[in-house]
């Protein structure tokens, strides 16, 4: 039985995968959302979580009961005091630009799973028009191919260095 208000979770027959949502007010995209292979959340107006999809309690451990709200997944993605500080900063200004334009806000970050595993994200978050929910997708960026990225990246700009 569900009632109002309550977390609701279940394991898909298919997949086993917790299935995290706000029971009695799961948006109508989280049907389109449950079936993605990555991590997916749709965030209210207050930053409070809607829904979870199966591939973020997968990916990261955590549950609704974990992270009621963007409050909570801040602390616990972003431990270090001094990081959090910034992603929140940059997430305010990032969204705010976002509903000016109207275009997606995309980030690359390295957040901490519930089991305390760093993991490189890519992050893209998708605001409807006025005042409802804000979708948030998670594309997991496995770390040796992050790490590669940086030592080019590094390698790039030791070149242009030595070349100045």
């Not at 995290?20 to 107006?45: D, H, M, N, Y």
């Not at 594309?139 to 790490?147: A, F, G, K, N, Y």
Request: hydrophobic share 40%.
């Amino acid at each position: 039985m569900n009632r109002m208000g309550k977390t609701v979770m279940s394991r898909t027959m298919k997949t086993g995968a917790l299935h995290c949502r706000q029971s009695g007010s799961a948006p109508i995209f989280t049907v389109p959302l449950e079936k993605l292979p990555w991590p997916a959340a749709a965030v209210r107006p207050d930053k409070s979580f809607a829904y979870l999809n199966p591939a973020f309690c997968r990916v990261f451990g955590y549950t609704l009961r974990d992270i009621p709200d963007t409050d909570t997944w801040f602390l616990k993605a972003y431990p270090d005091p001094r990081l959090r500080t910034k992603a929140v900063s940059f997430w305010r200004r990032m969204l705010r630009a976002s509903s000016i334009t109207a275009r997606p806000v995309t980030a690359v970050s390295m957040v901490t799973g519930k089991d305390g595993t760093q993991k490189a994200i890519v992050l893209r978050a998708l605001q409807s028009s006025g005042n409802a929910d804000r979708i948030v997708l998670f594309q997991d960026v496995p770390l040796s191919r992050e790490t590669e990225r940086l030592s080019r990246r590094s390698k790039a700009a030791s070149s242009r260095i030595s070349e100045e």
